[in-house]
């Protein structure tokens, strides 16, 4: 397994979210950047493939439980860990509930 951090960033869609990835991923982070819609991914998919960023688009919907759950497992299964998540899109009820009950609460963050 890496050194590298690994960081979630909710909301990297657009605006806040997708700048917290970008400058995350250029400096070294393995970042996972979510978002609900992936429709919504290709700019920071070009971003990412033309910097050679370690950057990767994850489907999540902070209000959705199951996906949220979903999301965590795949990005588990694929890094082993998660080291830091940002919350860049509101409501916070379901990922906050997943953080609480789940992985972050037994790390040493």
Do not use: W, Y
Request: charged share 20%; proline share 3%; aromatic share 2%.
């Amino acid at each position: 397994m890496s050194n590298q951090k690994v960081v979630v960033v909710t909301g990297s869609s657009s605006g806040i979210g997708r700048e917290t990835s970008l400058l995350l991923a250029r400096k070294g982070f393995q970042t996972f950047a979510t978002m609900r819609n992936l429709s919504k991914s290709s700019v920071i998919d070009t971003v990412a493939e033309k910097e050679g960023l370690p950057l990767h688009v994850v489907k999540l919907d902070v209000n959705d439980d199951n996906s949220v759950t979903t999301a965590i497992q795949q990005i588990l299964s694929k890094v082993g860990r998660i080291d830091v998540l940002i919350n860049c899109c509101p409501p916070l009820s379901s990922i906050k509930h997943q953080v609480s009950s789940s992985f972050l609460a037994r790390s040493h963050i």
